[in-house]
């Protein structure tokens, strides 16, 4: 069976349809849906009299989702960069999983209630972590739902959060976002962590975050 390395890409909106035809040509299959992302700016900021404000915590992006063949990844990473790159903050990143560590960096995903995503936020902006994706998903736990009466709803609103960060701070964004999103109550969601192989910054087009 050959090696296959997933490569995860959150790029602006505005580039992705070049990226589809990009992928329609070389015959990569991909899965896309769109998200909301912001850098480590926190969002599009301008300089107000006083002090920056935030004009748009959150920006329109595009989430792409392939698995290629090993020796295949580092021509898809490349095509990524050429397409979706202007040189301007927000560009995107790119994350290659080899099912492997190789880099000191780790890929947080947490899944809470859609209630709590704003407090998670605003507490992980408080420990200087800004950079992150987010949508909207629907999920449920072991107990299968929620029964009210005779509906059954099997499938509960949720948010995905992403983020990547240094091994450094694996435990202190975990702690911020397990005490924020905590209600006690069946359904607070989960978090996952999982190792990066390598990230690329799209703007600049080198690794690392």
Known sequence: MENLVEIMAVVRKERSYDIRKKLVSEGIPYVAWNVKGRGKEGGLRYKGFIRDRVLMPFLPKTAFSIW??????????????????????????????????????????????????????????????????????????????????????????????????????????????????????YGDGKIFVLDISEVWTIRTKSQGL
Not at 92 to 110: C, D, P, R
Not at 127 to 140: E, H, P
Not at 159 to 172: F, G, N, P, R, Y
Request: aromatic share 8%; hydrophobic share 45%.
């Open 68 to 185: 290629v063949p090993e020796e295949d990844y580092k021509f898809v990473v490349d095509m990524f960069i050429n397409v979706a790159h202007t040189g301007m903050y927000g560009d995107g990143k790119i994350f290659v999983f080899k099912g492997e560590g190789g880099s000191n960096m780790k890929l947080i995903k947490a899944i809470v209630r859609p209630e709590k995503a704003y407090e998670v936020i605003k507490a992980l902006e408080k420990k200087n972590i800004k950079a992150m994706t987010m949508w909207d998903i629907f999920g449920r736990g072991r107990e299968g739902g929620v029964q009210v009466g005779e509906a059954l709803y099997d499938e509960l609103a949720k948010t995905m959060i992403m983020l990547a960060v240094e091994d450094k701070d694996v435990s202190k964004a975990v702690d911020v976002i397990t005490k924020t999103a905590h209600s006690g109550a």
